[in-house]
């Protein structure tokens, strides 16, 4: 008999077909294998129960990096007969389904030759083979075969072309595959841009570390900036020439027993740290660990990451110590790619690794974190990207979703999937946006790719709306679709997680644009995938300054204390009044009574603001999300208690949960007590409707509010493997799409 195996999924440039290969020939079976449009194709001749086998033990046990979607087998007319087990070369048509793996974290064989002084590629600082290392990063089109990929310009030895050929080597179509000889080179430069010679390069940086320096290396999808995370004088210089005053720094360690000796560590995390795609991890801090204070001030979690590159381990296990490694931009601006960008970094760094493989496509490190076994993004990039999510239908319409503005990501659609760009980053600035729209030219390069349809926020100041609006402009036939935000953050979780039904959406978050115009974010949605309906919401209040009043939580606590004493507020002496001049106060309340520059606000984001300045654990913020980390770190599991609430015409009153707060003497007692308030709200309204309750928004990045949901309502449904900030915007406004009416 003849079958014709189709699979789909990541089974392109993971080592696929020669792992058919040697499957078939040790089965001893006929046919061939090949990449086509949609993944591979195999061709075998067989019976049966020779066909079952094979396809079992294709799932028992894949190549570790492929991800299998669906196996379709078809019993075919016999044409031709086989004389073996061969592999055809991939066709020269673009693989228009075919997944794009993701950068992976060097494998534990490639491990072991690096550190074998006998292998000829002992210390050689790109080691890689079929299992490990950069992909979508060096990615320049599809198919993946070496001359898409930044790798192109390096011509391979004999002995790396022997091994590239042979489909008994372990790096048999080893795209990036190089040595000593042949692969790409470490330059180690000051920043003057002055070739620093030495006879080690490696060996010569590692010194530099260890004497304080702070030291820029080129990485997979980007720099890092580096330092010795033990030196207090190193670390503070880091963060004044970075201008980051306290935003805590990810922390790169050479291995699991080092990352234990610094934060505690459970199994799925200890799992989540050591899987190949080696995501930046938050812990809880070890009371003991080596850290500087100045790594993560004032909080008690830490983001760990282990080396993920051979680089990364030659320079560790040099060191000997746990090193800062924070992406090389500027606040706001994108991931350095390019000796030019890094270069207008100089300021920040003293000394630079650099090499010559390119960086095609930017990728950040990647942040996780687990609560309740289970794993929750904060950044989907690098190991994770391209993301490939699931639509609820299959569409023959290609949408192009622009995502929201800060945390922006873009997604296309190809029939039944959306493929999602990596972590992008906050649209605040000309290069972001150049970053941004680079990113959608990957999409279309690679997928050969031409939307049908544009999707955007509601906002209309949104770069990534502006932008929509253009493209539409630029071509008639193009539909435009704007989607509320927080809808959109309902539809993600959705879509992860595969609900089709009606459900009880909580978005809460910082902010997104509400339909009525004003700033949303502490909302109840009753919705499907054909629109929704806001049940719910926290009573609107003013926030004194607008845009202001986001970086300045002591400006969102003002306004409930002008909502709750008038202008009593003038006589008050408490920590939020006392920030301010008397001045600036009866400044303020004109604004905020007459409702100058002070537009109206439901943002649960912006309640843990007001609670944080209200317990003056924060008055100005360094870094968003600063309140709600610091607040975590004041909760006390012990206390249980919550403040009273009540719900009218649908609204929440939060200055009803102010007053009381304001009357509390503990902080960490009012700390907890707010949480747990949160929680009963949620509870309270999930009570009045018969739906699954779905949660999104960056509010949900709070491991306390989570865990604590998780327990009062133990089929809560979140966004897991996924992230609920704005990241997953551009996902849920694809699904969004799906019911144009035109479609
Ligand atoms: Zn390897
Ligand atoms: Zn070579
Ligand atoms: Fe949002």
Not at 122 to 136: K, Q, S, W
Request: with cysteine; glycine share 6%; aromatic share 8%.
């Amino acid at each position: 008999m003849f079958y014709s195996i189709e699979i789909r999924g990541v089974v392109q440039g993971v080592g696929f077909r020669p792992f058919i290969y040697n499957l078939a020939a040790s089965s001893g079976l006929k046919g061939q294998v090949s990449n086509n449009g949609y993944g591979v194709l195999i061709l075998l001749d067989a019976c049966q129960e020779e066909l079952d086998a094979f396809v079992q033990k294709i799932r028992a046990n894949p190549p570790p990096l492929c991800e299998i979607d669906s196996i379709k087998i078809t019993q075919i007319k016999k044409t031709k007969s086989f004389e073996c087990f061969s592999i055809q070369m991939s066709e020269s048509a673009k693989s228009l389904s075919s997944h794009i793996p993701s950068d992976i974290a060097m494998c534990a064989e490639c491990e072991s030759e690096l550190k074998d002084k006998t292998n000829r590629r002992f210390e050689h600082p790109f080691i890689t083979c079929t299992n490990c290392g950069p992909r979508y990063s060096i990615i320049r089109n599809l198919p993946y075969d070496r001359k898409n990929t930044s790798m192109d310009e390096f011509v391979m030895c004999k002995k790396c072309a022997a091994e590239y050929e042979n489909p008994h080597d372990r790096r048999y179509h080893a795209q990036p595959i190089g040595c000593h000889e042949c692969g790409a080179r470490l330059s180690l430069l000051d920043n003057k841009g002055k070739i620093i010679e030495s006879v080690n390069i490696i060996d010569k940086a590692v010194e530099l570390i260890a004497e304080g320096k702070i030291v820029c290396v080129k990485g997979i999808g980007g720099y890092h900036l580096i330092c010795d995370a033990t030196n207090d004088d190193a670390v503070k210089l880091l963060r004044e020439r970075k201008k980051r005053p306290s935003k805590p720094f990810g922390v790169m360690v050479e291995d699991i027993d080092v990352a234990k000796k610094i934060a505690i560590i459970n199994a799925k995390e200890e799992e989540l740290l050591c899987s190949n795609r080696r995501p930046i991890v938050l812990l809880k801090k070890r009371d003991d660990n080596s850290l500087s204070d100045f790594v993560a001030p004032n909080i008690n979690q830490v983001g760990l990451f282990l080396a993920y590159t051979p680089l990364h381990h030659l320079i560790l296990q040099r060191l000997n110590t746990p090193i800062v490694a924070t992406s090389a931009n500027i606040s706001d601006e994108p991931l350095c790619t390019t000796y030019d960008d890094i270069m207008k970094l100089r300021g920040i760094w003293d000394y630079c690794l650099e090499h010559n493989r390119e960086i095609l496509n930017s990728c950040d490190d990647s942040v996780a974190f687990v609560e309740n076994e289970k794993v929750f993004m904060l950044r989907n990039a690098r190991g994770y990207a391209p993301l490939y999510l699931r639509l609820p239908q299959t569409t023959s319409k290609k949408i192009l979703s622009l995502g929201a503005n800060q945390k922006s990501t873009v997604a296309i659609t190809v029939e039944d999937s959306v493929i999602l760009s990596p972590y992008i980053g906050d649209l605040g600035s000309l290069s972001s946006i150049n970053h941004f729209k680079s990113h959608i030219e990957t999409l279309k390069r690679i997928y050969d790719f031409t939307p049908d349809v544009v999707v955007c926020d509601k906002h209309p100041n949104y770069e990534s709306t502006k932008y929509a609006k253009e493209l539409v402009a630029q071509n008639q036939e193009v539909e435009l679709l704007q989607v509320q935000h927080h809808y959109a953050h309902i539809l993600a979780t959705m879509g992860v997680k595969g609900i089709t039904t009606k459900v009880l959406g909580v978005s809460f978050d910082g902010t997104g644009y509400g339909d009525d115009g004003n700033l949303w974010g502490g909302e109840f949605l009753v919705c499907d995938l054909e629109g929704y309906e806001r049940v719910g919401q926290f009573k609107y209040f003013k926030l004194i300054g607008g845009e202001k009043a986001i970086k300045e939580p002591r400006r969102v606590a003002l306004g409930f204390l002008f909502e709750i004493y008038g202008d009593g507020v003038f006589n008050l002496n408490n920590p939020i009044t006392n920030s301010f001049s008397a001045a600036e106060i009866k400044t303020l309340y004109t604004a905020y009574k007459n409702g100058l520059n002070s537009p109206l606000s439901s943002s649960c984001g912006r309640l843990f603001d007001a609670v944080a300045s209200l317990l003056d654990v924060v008055q100005v913020c360094s870094y968003e999300g600063e309140s709600g980390l610091l607040l975590e770190s004041l909760y006390d599991e012990n206390i249980t208690e919550y403040y009273k609430f009540s719900m009218q015409d649908n609204e929440i009153d939060f200055s009803q949960i102010a007053k009381q707060i304001l009357d509390e003497e503990n902080s960490r007692i009012a700390v907890s007590k707010f949480f747990n308030t949160i929680v009963e709200i949620i509870y309270l309204v999930q009570k009045k409707y018969d739906l699954p309750l779905v949660l999104s928004g960056g509010v949900f990045q709070n491991r306390v509010l989570l865990r604590l949901i998780m327990k009062k309502i133990p089929d809560v449904i979140l966004p897991e493997s996924f992230v609920s900030n704005d990241a997953s915007i551009a996902y849920g406004q694809a699904i969004a799409a799906l019911n144009l009416k035109t479609l």
